[in-house]
């Protein structure tokens, strides 16, 4: 059990999500709702044999992805940790190549290489899902390393800013705070973006990390501008997040954010969930980030009905049904894709068994 | 939506994940600048030669690394490239390299072209996870997104008296993973060729140096030239036993090779000159000539390089032999601190004479 809980720091007065649109923050529930749909038949499918390895649902934690995402261009660089399908979704990815590439085919987004953890779009600037946690921090701040370097450097680019994803867990990884320093140091434009759901796998808060309540005191330990907001209210999160992002963006610094959240699956599809009560995540669930968002666009901004939102869900579980039949239905990988995209330039006798040669492109390219 | 059809093949010698790559020319070994003549220079200039002559082609091209800019390399390799290149280019890491070697992985991705430099390849052991379980895999686990040309290099093996932890040649352990080049020159003019050659291949290369060479003068041509990977090198022709090695230990293949001429065996000395990929042809040419062979390693032999060459060998020409290939690693153990320990431990002439031979009785 962990005594973990969202805080509730004051809305932001007339905070920049006041200024946006209706329709977009109609996208944004579409896009939250779409991450709880596509989880769930991601679950079915898991338990169908369809899905196979370790699969990390995102359930619950939807307006951290959705709403950290919006907060930046699209050019902004992104990398995840192994919990990445809402991320993907969030970012553009088509549902059907994030499924297939669960269900392991060639129309997949990694072709059928990578499956759950490893969720990579190019044209949607997704650096990837990693599988080790925390070795995606060092990444985050490599690219953030390159954005600079071709504004500042190569002059061919525009001020960019990272956004790189970890969960509670990986605070404690070495990489993490070699990572933390190099980005301060170096003054990298990226935001380390904690997912604090409490728990480090089975292990709370309480029980993995030093300072469990305190997370922000790592990041002043390198003198980097951090925040600590609560991440189960999408509206919220983005009048804290958005200034944030535009200020690392135009100062080319880095940042780092204790977003707390709530997972309502277990770690992973394996985890019998002994560590936490059901009485625990209810109380989270009615918190929940999409009725929250729901209830101000229908009982605030009076700008969508009950008929709506039932059309919405209707929309989204048609596409996620597509996603399933589609990864269902799509060709496997040919046995000869074992041996391509092992090097760039594959030449003779880089292998005592292997001919490497180029196969089939991405889809996604 | 965008249409996921079955995708069509890549048509393209280099993969696309790494966008538009131009190889540079490769030349026969006899058109390539004599190795011939006045212009000596030390290993560590050639080295320097190598990164600063595809830098200024090249801004994406940079180095980062512990004491390479304000200090000009520990080992004095990068001198004057801060003066050169200034510091957005030539940049000092704090001792951290899961840090920075995970962030030019990073960078990599992202289209920059990084030069890493492990003060040693020891240290590169705490950047176990970016440079083995990122950097050689990140175009395969992307189905072919994102490759990573980078360059990883530094002193491997012995320095001379540095005891246990800092003398790890790691060739045997990294060499293990597929997607990863390594090269491992024995000498100045090789060193610069096959450097340019990493900094320009799109795929990342471990480039291994030696402490204990970087002092190693030899001439070097000032113009440009690049040495294709799985090419080996035949230092000394002869047709009793074939001694394959690389990196360091050619060398001492040589003065073995000189004293067993004296004994009237004319051993033939191959340097591979890189590891992944390895020129299995010309080792097996050259055993089908001489019937014997002796492997001559610097790192451990269990399940180490020499027992992969061998293997190959016996796969491709086991009824050319008329002794069973033979081999001279570093002892099996840790590396000593006591200099005679230490020469004891280390592929030395003598131990090399002494193998070979084992392989002529």
């Known amino acids: 059990m962990t005594s973990h809980a969202p805080s509730k720091p004051a809305a932001v007065k ?47 934690q939807e307006a951290c992805a959705v709403g950290t995402i919006n907060s930046v261009e699209h050019h902004d660089p992104v990398v995840l940790a192994y919990r990445d399908h809402g991320h993907a979704l969030a970012r553009g990815m088509d549902p059907r190549a994030c499924m297939a590439e669960m269900f392991g085919k060639v129309t997949g987004c990694a072709k059928g290489k990578g499956g759950s953890m490893h969720m ?13 946690v925390g070795a995606q921090t060092p990444l985050g701040a490599g690219l953030a390393f390159a954005a600079r370097y071709e504004w500042e450097v190569l002059e061919t680019g525009p001020k960019k800013v990272a956004l790189c994803y970890l969960g509670d867990g990986a605070i404690d990884q070495g990489a993490f705070h070699e990572a933390l320093n190099l980005a301060a140091l170096f003054s990298l434009p990226v935001i380390y973006i904690i997912e604090n759901n409490g728990y480090s796998m089975g292990t709370a808060i309480e029980r993995h990390s030093a300072n469990p309540h305190n997370l922000v005191s790592r990041a002043l330990g390198y003198d980097m501008k951090s925040l600590e907001v609560d991440g189960l209210s999408i509206l919220n999160l983005y009048d804290h997040f958005k200034p944030l992002a535009d200020e690392c963006r135009e100062m080319q610094k880095p940042a780092f954010v204790d977003l707390k959240t709530y997972r309502y699956q277990g770690h992973s599809m394996s985890d019998p969930q002994k560590y936490r009560s059901k009485d625990e995540v209810e109380q989270f669930k009615d918190r929940d980030s999409i009725a929250n968002l729901l209830d101000h666009l229908m009982n605030e901004r009076s700008c969508m009905s009950e008929d709506d939102w039932k059309a919405m869900q209707k929309k989204i579980k048609g596409i996620v049904r597509e996603a399933v039949e589609y990864a269902e239905q799509a060709p496997e990988p040919d046995a000869s894709e074992l041996s391509t995209d092992v090097y760039a330039n594959p030449q003779p006798n880089l292998s005592p068994t292997e001919d490497y040669r180029h196969g089939a492109r991405n889809p996604l390219l | 939506m965008t249409t996921l059809d079955t995708p069509p093949m890549i048509e393209t010698p280099i993969h696309p994940a790494v966008g538009e790559w131009t190889l540079p020319e490769f030349v026969s070994e006899d058109q390539l600048p004599s190795r ?24 994406r091209v940079f180095l980062i690394g512990e004491e390479v800019a304000e200090y000009n390399g520990a080992y004095k390799i990068s001198q004057g490239m801060l003066d050169e290149f200034g510091p957005k280019r030539i940049i000092d890491s704090p001792i951290s390299e899961n840090g920075f070697a995970g962030a030019c992985i990073g960078a990599a991705m992202a289209g920059l072209r990084p030069i890493v430099e492990f003060m040693s390849w020891s240290f590169s052991l705490v950047a176990a996870d970016p440079i083995l379980n990122n ?9 072919g997104q994102w490759g990573c040309p980078i360059v990883f290099r530094g002193n491997d093996g012995a320095g001379g008296q540095l005891g246990s932890t800092h003398s790890w040649c790691v060739e045997g352990l990294y060499a293990n993973v597929p997607g990863m080049k390594m090269a491992i020159p024995s000498n100045p003019y090789d060193a610069k060729g096959l450097l340019k ?34 090419r080996a090198r035949r230092v000394i022709e002869g047709d009793a036993c ?23 065996i004319n051993v033939e000395v191959l340097d591979m000159r890189t590891i992944r990929p390895l020129d299995i042809d010309s080792i ?41 290939p033979a081999r001279v690693n570093t002892r099996d153990v840790p590396t ?12 030395n002439p003598e131990r090399i004479a002494e193998g070979v031979r084992r392989v002529m009785a």
């Open chain 2, 242 to 264: 074939t001694l394959v090695s690389f990196g360091r230990p050619v060398n001492f293949c040589v003065e073995a090779a000189e004293a067993l001429a004296g004994e009237g």
């Open chain 2, 284 to 324: 097996i040419e050259s055993v089908k000539k001489t019937n014997r062979v002796l492997v001559v390693d610097q790192s451990w032999p269990f399940a180490g390089i020499s027992s992969e060459v061998i293997t190959q060998i016996t796969e491709h020409a086991f009824d050319w032999l008329d002794a069973p």
């Open chain 2, 197 to 230: 050659t990493a900094i320009c291949d799109p795929d990342p290369v471990f480039f291994l140096e030696s402490e204990r060479m970087l002092g190693d003068k030899a001439h070097v041509p000032d113009e440009e030239y690049y040495i294709p990977f799985g």
């Open chain 2, 36 to 59: 011939e003549g006045d212009r000596v220079i030390q290993y560590r200039e050639a080295l320097r030669e190598a990164m600063s002559e595809e830098m200024r082609k090249d801004k």
């Open chain 1, 120 to 132: 990579f779009d190019k044209p949607n600037n997704l650096f990837g899902g990693h599988g080790i």
């Open chain 1, 14 to 60: 007339d905070g920049p999500s006041t200024k946006l649109p209706d329709e977009t923050l109609k996208k944004w529930l579409y896009d939250m709702q779409l991450i709880r749909e596509f989880e769930a038949r991601t679950m079915q499918a898991y338990q169908q044999a369809k899905i196979g390895g370790f699969c990390h649902i995102y359930s619950g």
């Open chain 2, 336 to 347: 000593p601190y006591a200099k005679h320990l230490e020469y004891d431990y280390l592929p």
């Open chain 2, 135 to 143: 950097a050689p895999k990140m175009l395969y686990m992307s189905g």
